[in-house]
């Protein structure tokens, strides 16, 4: 019994090292100017240099992954020190939807208000990703309000099967 808890010990701890962002030796040198320091199109340029360090360090996005997070955090300062800039706005919007963080996609699409060919089709997955959570949870109210706005942006197959569940 002894042997299979080692065992089982040995095998988790490989799989924590495969989803840990990478060792520090490895780890690009990140500029540690705090995102508040720097104007909106400075922060605008450092959420896309890393969102490209992102793409290449990590196999799947995900918000908690580290450059990932300071992709983020950077467009959203971009994003609230110039509001009225729609590119800085839809580019949060579009990390939001890439690192699968659905209610903060949604949202920011929705206020972006019109939307070009691409950024409905991300919308709309956001969209889709609520809506199945909501079904989840049993809140049909939730989830066709999901289906509605996201089949509004772009129909697809997984919106339309989530509908065909409702009562």
């Given amino acids: 019994m002894k042997k299979i808890l080692m065992l089982t010990a040995f095998a988790l701890t490989g799989l924590a090292a495969a989803q840990d962002t ?12 705090a995102p508040a320091s720097m104007s909106a199109e400075e922060n605008f340029g450092k959420a896309q240099e890393f969102a490209v360090q992102a793409d290449v360090a990590y196999p799947v996005p995900f918000y908690d992954r580290t450059l990932w997070k300071v992709a983020v955090d950077h467009s959203y300062y971009a ?8 590119d800085y706005n839809a580019y949060l919007a579009q990390l939001y939807t890439k690192t699968q963080w659905w209610i903060n996609a ?22 889709a990703k609520l809506a199945y959570l909501a079904l989840q949870r049993g809140d049909t109210d939730m989830t066709r309000m999901y289906v509605e706005k996201g089949m509004a942006w772009a129909d697809s197959a997984s919106l339309q099967s989530i509908m065909k569940r409702l009562p």
């Fill in 79 to 86: 994003a609230s020190m110039s509001a009225e800039n729609r």
């Fill in 106 to 127: 949604y949202n920011a699409w929705d206020r972006l208000g019109e939307l070009n060919d691409t950024e409905k089709q991300w919308a709309s997955l956001s969209a």
């Fill in 22 to 33: 990478a060792p520090a030796t490895t780890m690009p040198a990140m500029d540690m100017m």
